[in-house]
């Protein structure tokens, strides 16, 4: 993964995909913590609630499927993946997690403090500033519509629940998959 900082030292002949710039997975986590979080400041309690709310988030199809499987009349508008994730040992996951979290939180834009077995992740009083800024700009606007739909129906669970309900609702795209294996 790339900083845009490094991007300028690449040669032009080589093309850069969106999704190795880690800028742009900082900026929808900032995003999902302050549009999913349980408080204006912007807390997820749990990487795996962390994780599932961002699948469903990044997955929209995904996230209409289980929304029809709770009878939810919400629904996205979009079917495109935001960047794929992988088959983890609790459902969905991004390896990214552990480069982009501590880039955050060098940033002081989050932090992250552990109770128990438990992270909880919050955005810091910088961190709501910037994430206030994403979420207005056009740019981000479909990502912070598709933020609001996923805290709307999925918000209040647990990641246990989520990663549960995804196993139940994706059996073939999710749990039946090898460890590492890419979820279409």
Not at 66 to 79: C, F, I, P, R
């Amino acid at each position: 993964m790339k900083s845009f900082q490094q991007i300028g030292t690449l040669s032009s002949a080589r093309p850069v995909a969106a999704d190795e710039v880690i800028e742009l997975h900082a900026a929808r986590l900032l995003l999902l913590l302050r549009l999913c979080g349980v408080t204006k400041q912007g807390r997820i309690d749990g990487l795996t609630k962390l994780a599932k709310l961002d699948f469903f988030v990044r997955y929209p199809k995904a996230f209409n499927r289980v929304a029809n499987h709770l009878n939810e009349k919400v629904t996205s508008t979009t079917d495109m993946i935001e960047s794929s994730m992988v088959r983890h040992h609790y459902g969905p996951w991004d390896k990214r997690y552990y480069q982009i979290l501590p880039f955050l939180e060098a940033r002081h834009l989050i932090t992250v403090a552990k109770n128990n077995h438990t992270y909880a992740f919050a955005l810091t009083d910088k961190g709501v500033l910037v994430a206030g800024e994403l979420k207005g700009r056009s740019e981000f606007a479909e990502l912070a519509e598709q933020m609001r739909r996923v805290k709307l129906v999925l918000g209040k669970k647990t990641g246990s629940a989520l990663k549960n309900l995804i196993y139940e609702v994706f059996k073939t795209e999710v749990a039946d998959k090898t460890l590492g294996e890419i979820i279409e």
